[in-house]
């Protein structure tokens, strides 16, 4: 059995609701406050080297997408057309405040969603493989139930993508920053 990884950098998170009546309006999810941020970062994020970093109001909850390269349908030069299946998938990140993820939504294409085998057990904290990660003490740093999620087996079809449903809590303000996303294959 072949196994795979494929990520994708934290900097491709894209929120599924960005504004309540448009771009940028006071109703939307985000907490537009005073910090000097350029115009629509409240909306868009503010992206760095390392990642996408949002905060929220309080009371929002906001989907965000991550589309992952997804591995060939059949393995290259086998002819057995054997179909890769998904194992499982994992963001890095870190919240502050009362954020925290509370649904994993991982899809092939529009043809079927994953049955999640691992349930969300710690969806807030520092799970982002930095230094200040101190949980799990080794590389790297992918905890079940935190920031790695397994799934119930499935041939790919079509490609992945990996949805993660934020819940920013009471705190305005909170926040969360993604640093990277993907997932593993196994072509059996």
């Not at 970093?53 to 309080?58: L, V």
């Not at 990140?93 to 710690?122: M, N, P």
Request: hydrophobic residues 35%; proline residues 4%.
């Amino acid at each position: 059995m072949a196994r795979t990884s494929s990520t994708i950098h934290g900097y491709t998170a894209v929120p599924q609701n960005v504004g309540g009546g448009g771009l940028g309006s006071a109703e939307g999810p985000f907490h537009v406050g005073s910090e000097a941020w350029n115009d629509y970062q409240d909306v868009v994020g503010y992206r760095e080297g390392f990642g996408v970093r949002f905060i929220g109001k309080a009371g929002s909850k906001v989907f965000f997408h991550f589309a992952v390269p997804t591995q060939p349908w059949y393995q290259p030069g086998t002819g057995s057309g054997t179909r890769t299946q998904l194992d499982q998938v994992f963001a890095m990140y870190r919240t502050t405040g009362t954020t925290r993820i509370t649904a994993v939504h991982v899809w092939d294409g529009a043809r079927a969603e994953f049955k999640l085998i691992s349930s969300i057990t710690q969806g807030q904290g520092v799970f982002d493989g930095s230094n200040d990660q101190t949980q799990p003490a080794n590389h790297p740093k992918l905890l079940e139930g935190a920031n790695l999620w397994r799934v119930q087996r499935e041939d790919i079809h079509y490609a992945v993508s990996i949805s993660l449903l934020v819940d920013f809590g009471s705190q305005d303000a909170s926040q969360i920053r993604f640093s990277m996303a993907g997932a593993d294959f196994v072509t059996p």
